[in-house]
Structure formats: structure tokens, C-alpha cells
């Protein structure tokens, strides 16, 4: 069976393709039990600080695997099937190193939902992301109602979830679902040099930077204390050095995660 998720590691940069195109990248178990073992694999690289998550085909995702939903006979599968996408999803969104997805033609459902997971988006021009569940007569069950309401306004949340219906690149990046545009063909040149860019920050700030803003929706005061000591212990760390260092040099850093 062709791999269901290639990786291609450039540089500092994993590029994790989705490969299932004759079903138009579905996500199954199968797909994400691999996304796990490949998140293993990738945690381990020290020369890897960055991931590009990316779909194979005319499209990123057309969502959860309906073949395998459909396979399902009790509420105690299905729940172990939602359970295992939101658990691998909320592993990806948590990773130590940041994520950008690639998204050309559609992002639908769990598709969108996996990009939602990645840190960053960038999407092609006339792509069409969206959460259509809704006309299969259910709601997303992969993380899209919580994270979606926290990347764009709740009223643009609520229409792409009643509605079902998508919208292009180019709203979703006014709305700031997305954020960088590609021209057609360029995705995954804008999405890896994005990914390059952020792969040249300090790992142990990236990995910082990544919890503190994702937990930025909670108390203030706690929030503010947390980047507080967080910074202050960032201190001790080479890499703070290194970056003075390299400024006062006038070259770039070359950060060790140390
Ligand atoms: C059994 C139904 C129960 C419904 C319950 C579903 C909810 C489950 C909730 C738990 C899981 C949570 C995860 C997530 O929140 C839920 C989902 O993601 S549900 C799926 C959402 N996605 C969609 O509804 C999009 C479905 N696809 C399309 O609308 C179209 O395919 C397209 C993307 C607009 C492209 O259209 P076309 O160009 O016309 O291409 P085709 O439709 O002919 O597709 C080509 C080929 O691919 C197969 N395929 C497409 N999407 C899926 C898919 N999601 N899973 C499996 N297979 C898919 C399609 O059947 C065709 O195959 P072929 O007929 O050629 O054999």
C-alpha cells in the first residue's frame, strides 16, 4: 500500500504530504496512526524545525474518511474513531515544532479541521475550505467548532458551520483563517519557505512562543506571568547569547536548541 503520508525533509523543513488522492486525501485511522508515528519520528530529528503539512492530488483534504465512517456500526466506534483524529490533531497542535499547512483545491471537514490543528495556513487562490458536516446531517467532530471561533470571528465560525458551506482563500485570508495567499501551483513554495523562516528561531523559543499564545485566551494576569518566567528562565539559555551575539556580529544566528 503506497504510504499514506510522505515526508520530505529539506533543510531544516519536514514536508508531511497527505497521500491518498484517489479519495481525495481522506483522513481515516489509518492516516492518522501514521501521522503519529511520523510526529514520533520528527520529535526526535534535532535538524528538523519545522513541518509543512501538505495534500497529494487535485486537493489538501476532503475530510474525514466516509468509507471508514460509514463501516461503523456502534456510537462507541464512531466515538473512538472522532477520538483518535482529535487526539492526533491536538498532538500536531501542541508539537514542539511549529506547523504550516499547505492547503490547494479544498480544505473540507476533517481536512480543514487538520489545518486548523497546524499553526499556520496558506492557501492557493480559489481554494475552497470549509466544514460542510452540516449537510451530512452531524457537526465537525475533529476539533473545528473550538478552534475555529478562536482563529476568526465567532459570527464567520457560526455561517461555515450552519451553513456547511465553504468559503474561497482569499475570504478565509481576509477573515484570518489563513495567513499567506498563493498563486495557483505555489503553495507548497510560499507554505515551505514560510515554514524555513520560522525554522530559523530558536527551538526552545518556538516551542515557548507556540504555548504561551495558545493558552493567551485565558486570565491575563496568569497569562502575563507565565511569558514572565518563562522569558526569565530563557535567560540561562545559549541561544539567547547566540542571538546577541550574532546581532552585534551583523550575521545569522545559528541556534542550537540549547
Ligand atoms: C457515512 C456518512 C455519515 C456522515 C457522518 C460524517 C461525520 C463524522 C463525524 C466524525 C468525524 C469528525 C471529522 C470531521 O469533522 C467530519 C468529516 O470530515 S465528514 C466529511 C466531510 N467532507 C465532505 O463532506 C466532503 C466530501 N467530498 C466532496 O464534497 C467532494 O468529493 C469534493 C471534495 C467537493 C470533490 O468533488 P468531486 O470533484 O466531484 O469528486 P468526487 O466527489 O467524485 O470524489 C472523488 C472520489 O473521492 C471520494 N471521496 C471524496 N471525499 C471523500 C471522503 N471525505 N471520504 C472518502 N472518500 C471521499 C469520492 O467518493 C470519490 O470516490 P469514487 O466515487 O470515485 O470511488
Keep these: 500500500m503506497a504510504d499514506l503520508l510522505n515526508v520530505d525533509v529539506t533543510g531544516r523543513v519536514a514536508v508531511l504530504t497527505l497521500n491518498r488522492p484517489d479519495r481525495l486525501n481522506a483522513i481515516g485511522t489509518a492516516t492518522v496512526d501514521r501521522l503519529d508515528a511520523v510526529l514520533d519520528t520528527l520529535h526526535a530529528d534535532r535538524g528538523v524545525r519545522a513541518l509543512v503539512v501538505a495534500g497529494a492530488g487535485r486537493g489538501f483534504s476532503a475530510g474525514a474518511d466516509l468509507d471508514e465512517i460509514e ?56 481554494a475552497k475550505l470549509g466544514l460542510p458536516e452540516m449537510k451530512l446531517g452531524v457537526l465537525p467532530g475533529a476539533g473545528g467548532t473550538q478552534r475555529l471561533p478562536r482563529l476568526v470571528p465567532p459570527g464567520i465560525a457560526k455561517q461555515l458551520i450552519l451553513s456547511g458551506e465553504p468559503i474561497d482563500a482569499e475570504r478565509a485570508h481576509a477573515v484570518g483563517l489563513v495567513n499567506e495567499l498563493a498563486e495557483p501551483g505555489e503553495v507548497l513554495t510560499v507554505a515551505t519557505a514560510l515554514a524555513a523562516r520560522l525554522a530559523a528561531g530558536a527551538p526552545l523559543a518556538l516551542a515557548a512562543g507556540k504555548a504561551l499564545v495558545d493558552r493567551s485566551g485565558g486570565d491575563l494576569d496568569a497569562g502575563i506571568a507565565a511569558e514572565r518566567e518563562t522569558v526569565a528562565v530563557m535567560f540561562t539559555a545559549e541561544d539567547r547569547a547566540e542571538g546577541l551575539r550574532a546581532f552585534r556580529e551583523r550575521r545569522p544566528a545559528e541556534f542550537r536548541g540549547a
Design 71 to 126: 463501516s461503523l456500526r456502534t456510537a462507541y466506534e464512531f466515538r473512538a474513531f472522532v477520538g483518535r483524529l482529535t487526539e492526533v490533531f491536538g498532538r500536531l497542535e501542541k508539537f514542539a515544532k511549529p506547523s504550516v499547512a499547505a492547503v490547494h483545491g479544498f480544505a473540507l471537514g476533517g481536512g480543514l479541521e487538520l489545518a486548523l490543528a497546524c499553526d499556520l495556513r496558506v492557501a492557493e487562490r480559489g
